[in-house]
């Protein structure tokens, strides 16, 4: 765990401190940092994104709770100030070994899970293998995986080799986010 040096895109995001005060943190998980926020102090929340946000979309969270909670903010790998290596591992499982990685990095227990989107499936598979470390969560503006059917944009970014170019070279989920304001992007 290091606290920000020379991050890639810091320049992109300078614009935004005002709105996003915190001190960026980083974790190692092999193929890249996992970037993270850890404010204040008590019990902890730890918040997980949705897909193709990142923890900026928590910020006013991440002030408010900070006073009375230790809010924990992680951006998944690929999104936010986290790496984005191109031969790295971006399956749902992947991202699941990199929150074991960071909640056992800082013996994290007794958590409250705030998560949306992505980031609640990533979160409830966690729980779902760490029953022991959580005391509750919170779902908002997601899904749930059973029976139910991928939308074949989601079926797509499957594909191994396809995956990859959709999102992160052809901007497949976020292109259109540009037109609902900067309060999104």
């Not at 926020?37 to 730890?46: F, H, I, M, T």
Request: net charge positive; charged share 25%.
């Amino acid at each position: 765990m290091r606290e920000a040096e020379n991050i890639p895109g810091k320049e992109a995001v300078e614009p935004f401190r005002k709105l996003f005060p915190f001190k960026s943190r980083y974790l190692d998980v092999g193929k890249g940092r996992l970037h993270y926020v850890d404010e204040g102090k008590g019990p902890v929340l730890l918040l997980m994104h949705a897909c193709p946000m990142w923890s900026f979309s928590f910020r006013r969270i991440i002030a408010e709770f900070s006073r009375r909670y230790r809010v924990i903010a992680v951006d998944q790998m690929g999104f936010g100030l986290s790496d984005k290596p191109e031969n790295c591992d971006y399956r749902l499982e992947a991202h699941i070994d990199n929150l074991e990685k960071l909640v056992e990095e800082l013996d994290l227990k007794n958590l409250v899970l705030i998560m949306q989107g992505r980031g609640a499936t990533i979160g409830i598979a966690f729980a779902i293998h760490h029953p022991n470390l959580i005391r509750g969560f919170v779902v908002f503006n997601s899904m749930a995986f059973s029976d139910y059917s991928l939308p074949l944009r989601l079926q797509l970014c499957r594909v191994w080799w396809l995956g990859a170019k959709l999102v992160l070279g052809l901007n497949f989920f976020s292109r259109d986010l540009k037109k609902l304001g900067p309060e999104i992007a």
